[in-house]
């Protein structure tokens, strides 16, 4: 049925998993899913808690504070607590165990819920000079694909869903933008978003291995040839 309503195949993927590992836990634990309660949920979060990371031994310190990171944790939830709505709109159950963190309006300051599992937000991690220095070495060995895939992602600020499903009559070169495909965004919002010079010139313009170049891009590359030419006289 999501696959009809046009969600990601990543997204449908990655809620399955999910609620797999959950009816694993209740089958181990010899729990009918169809009847568990907070306390069964609450056995499934703390075993996701206590989980080794696939990461191993490297692992210094992860926002849970164990093996998952808290994204991670709330991600696996959301498919339980759909699970248990798809229950509730068919009449098998009164109450979903997972429940949603509310807000209640009060007298003076209000009251809020938390969820099962408490949201923290961190900021978001802003590598030194020397890491994007190390991050450039790297990828300055890698191919023109792949260098031209990491510009065009720090440029525009992409997705990786995003990056992975451009298409050549998503870009124009003429204006240096890019075109995000409604149908490829995590909001499901069209935008167009530019990109810099040095990211256009990364671009096989004039054609490479095997690809033949496009006319719209060396018309771009002939006018800016000769803009700069009208510069420098």
């Given at each position: 049925m999501w696959t009809d309503l046009g969600r990601a195949p990543r997204t449908i993927d990655a809620y399955a998993r999910g609620l797999a590992a959950y009816l694993l836990i209740c089958e181990?634990?010899?729990?009918?899913p169809m009847t568990a309660g907070r306390l069964h949920?609450?056995?499934?979060?703390?075993?996701?808690?206590?989980?080794?990371?696939?990461?191993g031994a490297n692992v210094v310190a992860l926002d849970s504070g164990a093996g998952l990171a808290n994204a991670t944790l709330q991600q696996r939830l959301v498919p339980?607590?759909?699970?248990?709505?798809y229950l509730i709109e068919e009449g098998l159950r009164e109450s979903n165990p997972v429940g949603r963190g509310r807000y209640t309006p009060g007298r003076t300051f209000g009251s809020h819920e938390r969820g099962l599992v408490p949201r923290l937000v961190k900021l978001p991690w802003i590598p030194s000079e020397q890491?994007?220095?190390?991050?450039l070495d790297v990828v300055r060995e890698e191919?023109?694909?792949?260098?031209?895939?990491?510009?065009?992602?720090?440029?525009?600020a992409l997705r990786r869903e995003e990056l992975c499903s451009l298409r050549t009559d998503d870009v124009d070169p003429a204006h240096r933008t890019l075109r995000i495909r409604a149908e490829t965004t995590k909001t499901r919002r069209e935008r167009v978003v530019p990109y810099s010079a040095p990211t256009g010139w990364c671009?096989?313009?004039?054609g490479c291995q095997g690809l033949s170049?496009?006319?719209?891009?060396?018309?771009?590359?002939?006018e800016y040839k000769n803009r700069v030419s009208a510069l420098t006289l």
């Open positions: 181990r634990d010899d729990v009918d949920v609450a056995a499934f979060v703390k075993d996701l808690s206590t989980r080794p990371s696939r990461r339980v607590r759909l699970f248990y709505d890491q994007w220095l190390d991050l191919s023109a694909r792949n260098r031209v895939m990491l510009a065009l992602a720090y440029d525009a671009q096989p313009l004039d170049a496009v006319p719209a891009q060396r018309k771009a590359r002939r």
